[in-house]
């Protein structure tokens, strides 16, 4: 089984960063990208960033372009999320998802909040 855990949510100023960790364990081999989500109440989900699981390939919604960056610690099977410029649209639970070929596994969601 595979386990995903987030943490780094907070509440932040405009302009101000903040860096996602999701951190995954269990049965990952086999994995071939590691993506992260955000849902902001009354809105669907929507796509925001994600890494291929060598971290060789990443993508990004344009809403994020230039602002967030996806990486990936091959080390610890952990991919990070480095929101700078946050603007208060970016308020939102983001999710991680880990895919494989076959499955595919959401983390429990961290809380972010951009407020002055």
């Known amino acids: 089984q595979v386990q995903l855990v987030e943490s780094g949510g907070d509440l932040v100023q405009p302009g101000g960063s903040l860096r996602l960790s999701c951190a995954t364990s269990?049965?990952?081999?086999?994995?071939?990208?590691v993506s992260w989500f955000r849902q902001a109440p009354g809105k669907e989900r929507e796509f925001v960033a994600g890494i291929s699981w060598s971290g060789g390939t990443t993508v990004y919604a344009d809403s994020v372009k230039g602002r967030f960056t996806i990486s990936k610690d091959n080390a610890k099977n952990s991919v990070s999320l480095q929101m700078n410029g946050l603007k208060p649209e970016d308020t939102a639970v983001y999710y991680c998802?880990?895919?494989?070929?076959?499955?595919?596994?959401w983390g429990q969601g961290t809380q972010v909040t951009v407020s002055s």
């Open positions: 998802k880990l895919s494989q070929r076959r499955s595919y596994f």
């Open positions: 269990g049965r990952t081999f086999g994995s071939y990208a």
